[in-house]
């Protein structure tokens, strides 16, 4: 059974620094893509990081440079620095993973969907 929770969620000022925390179980990790997506009140979901099996990072243009992905295979735990916060930045964060062999491509568009999420944390940054 897959399972992912996620943590480190919290309130902030801008220019502000949180890191989340994803811990996964339950699957296999032949092939993989493993991300962070985001949703606020009224908005449509969206994409914020992707890491694959092979560690090869994605990030949408509005997190470059401010936030950073990765990954701890011994912990089987997702990560996601974010600093340089912004009021914009606000909404639920949800790690996810998707399972499969090919997932390459898919993962390098650092997705906003997945075939399975945890129960999100809330990101609150005030300016």
């Known amino acids: 059974q897959v399972q992912l929770v996620e943590s480190g969620g919290g309130s902030v000022q801008a220019g502000g620094s949180l890191r989340l925390s994803c811990a996964t179980s339950g699957y296999p990790y032949d092939e993989y893509c493993l991300g962070w997506f985001r949703q606020a009140p009224g908005k449509e979901r969206e994409g914020v990081a992707s890491?694959?099996?092979?560690?090869?990072?994605s990030y949408r243009d509005f997190v470059k440079g401010r936030f950073t992905i990765s990954k701890d295979n011994a912990k089987n735990t997702l990560y996601l620095q974010m600093n340089s916060l912004k009021p914009e930045d606000t909404a639920m964060y949800y790690c996810?993973?998707?399972?499969?062999?090919?997932?390459?491509?898919?993962?390098?568009?650092?997705?906003?969907?997945?075939?399975?999420r945890g129960q999100g944390t809330q990101v609150s940054v005030s300016s």
């Open positions: 890491i694959d099996i092979n560690g090869r990072t």
């Open positions: 996810g993973v998707d399972l499969g062999t090919g997932l390459e491509r898919y993962c390098a568009t650092a997705p906003a969907d997945f075939g399975y």
